[in-house]
């Protein structure tokens, strides 16, 4: 068994190592639950014990973390429809 595996799961087909990245536990630890017997949906979805400052990075040195990329584009500041040099505001009764 890889971490590039597909498992089936809640009506959805993903490899084991997209499933670990959607419920932030490790590829590794999903496959070893899988491994001892454990049904599919029990191991991706149990909570992973860690020992106090056990990070997830040394859990998994696969694990990476970035910069998400696929942010839309904002449309605005949310006070208008467009962006103002200075503030002008105002305090009505």
Same mark, same amino acid.
């Given at each position: $068994?890889? +971490? #590039? #595996? /597909? =498992? &089936?799961? #809640?009506? $959805?087909? %993903? *490899?084991?190592?997209?499933?670990?990245? #959607?419920?932030?536990?490790?590829?590794?630890?999903?496959?070893? +639950? /899988?491994? %001892?017997?454990?049904?599919? @949906? +029990?191991? =991706?979805?149990?909570?992973? /014990?860690?020992? !106090?400052?056990?990070? /997830?990075?040394?859990?998994?040195?696969?694990?990476?973390?970035?910069?998400?990329? &696929?942010?839309? @584009? !904002?449309?605005?500041?949310?006070?208008? *429809?467009?962006? %103002?040099? *200075?503030?002008? =505001?105002? =305090? *009505?009764?």
């Amino acid at each position: $068994m890889t +971490r #590039d #595996d /597909l =498992i &089936n799961f #809640d009506g $959805m087909a %993903q *490899s084991i190592h997209e499933w670990a990245l #959607d419920y932030g536990i490790p590829a590794r630890t999903i496959m070893t +639950r /899988l491994h %001892q017997g454990m049904s599919v @949906e +029990r191991a =991706i979805t149990k909570p992973i /014990l860690a020992r !106090p400052g056990v990070t /997830l990075d040394d859990l998994d040195p696969t694990w990476s973390r970035g910069v998400v990329f &696929n942010l839309p @584009e !904002p449309v605005g500041t949310g006070g208008g *429809s467009t962006v %103002q040099e *200075s503030t002008d =505001i105002g =305090i *009505s009764k």
